[in-house]
């Protein structure tokens, strides 16, 4: 079965303590990015990954860090989380440029206190 | 820029009722994509629908139809009967073409529907 999977599901954590986010995905995909979910704002891209050792900002990167070491799997990492961070964050992957659909996973909601 | 607009945060609608949402998309690009999603209480984020700006036919799945107006660059989601199930919030989204810009999806602020029983 074609998935998209994130862990931990849920976090709540301190000021300041680095975390990690897993991102893994077993379709083969080239292309995976994170998005995180604010009410109001819809989902904004945080980072992008068009292929393994290829990454690039999105719209907002300041605070995390993401590597894509492997295909399958997209770490979002936050190095000295703070509050603002508190959101609702999505793995997508899809399979390369162009019209493909974008595929979500499940979400991670981390609280930052 | 690209920008997507949901101009309606909330609506509730009684189980039957119809219900359309709208959405209204800026892109300077001539080839581009748009998307809805779902978004139930669960959380997660489910693919409805994927348009490409050549193709202006409507679209019917189901209780579910779309009504893309590059004339008005609109593209519509209209719950025919809508069922308590429908409760979620639903997410247009825009992609352009050329590859920089492919690898990002605008969204939205999202259409939360309340369908009551």
């Known amino acids: 079965e074609a998935q998209v999977t994130q862990n931990p599901r849920y976090l709540i954590t301190v000021t300041g303590k680095k975390l990690t986010v897993t991102c893994s995905q077993n379709m083969n995909h080239e292309y995976m990015s994170w998005y995180r979910q604010d009410p109001g704002l819809g989902l904004r891209q945080i980072y992008y990954?068009?292929?393994?050792?290829?990454?690039d900002k999105g719209d907002v990167p300041e605070g995390y860090k993401v590597s894509r070491k492997e295909k399958r799997n997209f770490p979002l990492i936050l190095e000295s989380p703070s509050p603002n961070q508190t959101s609702l964050y999505f793995c997508?992957?899809?399979?390369?440029?162009?019209?493909?659909?974008?595929?979500f996973g499940p979400g991670t909601r981390l609280t930052v206190l | 820029a690209q920008k997507v607009t949901q101009a309606q945060t909330e609506i509730s609608v009684v189980e039957k009722e119809d219900v359309t949402l709208d959405c209204v998309y800026e892109?300077?690009?001539?080839?581009?994509?748009l998307f809805w999603y779902k978004q139930p209480p669960s959380g997660e984020l489910v693919f409805l629908i994927r348009?490409?700006?050549?193709?202006?036919q409507n679209e019917i799945s189901g209780r579910y139809s779309w009504n893309f107006q590059k004339s008005t660059s609109s593209f519509n989601f209209t719950i025919t009967a809508s069922q308590v199930v429908d409760s979620a919030v639903y997410f247009c989204a825009l992609s352009e073409a050329w590859e920089d810009s492919s690898y990002k999806l605008i969204f939205g602020s999202g259409t939360r529907l309340l369908v009551r029983p």
């Open positions: 997508a992957t899809k399979r390369g440029p162009g019209s493909d659909t974008q595929y």
């Open positions: 892109t300077r690009d001539t080839t581009y994509y």
């Open positions: 348009r490409n700006s050549f193709d202006e």
């Open positions: 990954s068009m292929n393994v050792e290829v990454t």
